[in-house]
């Protein structure tokens, strides 16, 4: 059963900048596509970002494109995101998936393997 770490999360002003980590576990990361989404209270599940296995492939959400940047790094089993420029719309729980489809990451919203999230705020 894979699993699924996220790490890095915290409070930045606006305009700053964060790099979340997905740490994999009970697989090879390899062998999935990862993706990121975020929940911000009251609000549904967000498409963030998403990167195929081999890594030559990335999609964003309309909301992040220009400011965050999806990578991945298969040799230690770790998927990243870089957020630069925030703002305080970008406040949520940011959650790390992965799936073997990146279509079904990206469409569907749907993932085999969660994470539990860590909690980002952007103070203004």
């Known amino acids: 059963q894979m699993q699924l770490v996220e790490s890095g999360g915290g409070l930045v002003q606006a305009g700053g900048s964060l790099r979340l980590s997905c740490a994999v576990s009970g697989g090879a990361s390899i062998t999935v596509a990862m993706a990121w989404f975020r929940q911000a209270p009251g609000k549904e599940r967000e498409f963030v970002a998403a990167i195929v296995q081999g890594g030559g492939l990335t999609y964003y959400g309309d909301s992040v494109k220009g400011r965050f940047t999806i990578s991945r790094d298969n040799a230690k089993n770790t998927a990243f995101l870089q957020m630069n420029n925030l703002k305080s719309e970008d406040t949520a729980i940011y959650y790390c998936?992965?799936?073997?489809?990146?279509?079904?990451?990206?469409?569907?919203?749907?993932?085999?393997?969660w994470g539990q999230g860590t909690q980002v705020t952007v103070s203004s």
């Open positions: 998936a992965a799936d073997r489809s990146p279509q079904r990451l990206r469409w569907d919203k749907s993932a085999d393997y």
